[in-house]
T-cell receptor, first 114, second 112 residues
């Protein structure tokens, strides 16, 4: 398996623009998590899904952020409109239901909002 | 989930054992200790986990004290590629796939 795949790896955009980050989990994994990492706040959970259904989105900063999982093999995290304070590395992770805590993280998307 | 305390940074000479401590004095009986690491510019990577017995795999060893209030991750022969931030996370076994909560971790620098 190729692991968790995120795209793009780097995104540079201007304030006010819409940004869409993408994630393909490992096949057979039915949990998917979105994290954000900044120097100040470390790794923060934004939202997670189980069987494509959002379970907890309490970490989503505000209404500008939205996430979807239309099927088991794809998820998106959208920011509209983007702001400079959204600049961070966004990670996606997946795990199977019968997990042992062994999660698999993607390589991340580094977002810069100018 | 119980809170963990780790030193912010450590150095280790290449080829020597790296011993990374973690304090989890409020751990409860059904909580596991997990270790992940994050190499610069990469996503976190699972290393090892355990409940009460010591564990070993191809990456590292995990030593948990008898009272389970602390643990040590051991990298037996550290290499430059082991330079990373190491996270100790305590998580209940019954929490299924509830999210991992990452603290600040320990920044390990392996020095040639």
């Amino acid at each position: 398996d190729a692991g968790v795949i995120q795209s793009p790896r780097h995104e540079v955009t201007e304030m006010g623009q819409e940004v869409t980050l993408r994630c393909k989990p490992i096949s057979g994994h039915d949990y998917l998590f979105w994290y954000r990492q900044t120097m100040m706040r470390g790794l923060e959970l934004l939202i997670y899904f189980n069987n494509n259904v959002p379970i907890d989105d309490s970490g989503m900063p505000e209404d500008r952020f939205s996430a979807k999982m239309p099927n088991a093999s794809f998820s998106t995290l959208k920011i509209q409109p983007s702001e400079p304070r959204d600049s961070a590395v966004y990670f996606c992770a997946s795990s199977p239901t019968q997990g042992t805590g062994k999660w698999y993280f993607g390589a991340g998307t580094r977002l810069s909002v100018l | 989930d119980a809170k963990t305390t780790q030193p912010p940074s450590m150095d280790c000479a290449e080829g020597r054992a790296a011993n990374l401590p973690c304090n989890h004095s409020t751990i409860s009986g059904n909580e596991y200790v997990y270790w992940y690491r994050q190499i610069h510019s990469q996503g976190p990577q699972y290393i090892i986990h355990g409940l009460k017995n010591n564990e070993t795999n191809e990456m590292a060893s995990l030593i948990i004290t008898e009272d389970r209030k602390s643990s040590t991750l051991i990298l037996p022969h550290a290499t430059l590629r082991d330079t990373a931030v190491y996270y100790c996370i305590v998580r209940a076994s019954s929490s299924g796939n509830t999210p991992l909560v990452f603290g600040k971790g320990t920044r390990l620098s392996v020095i040639a």
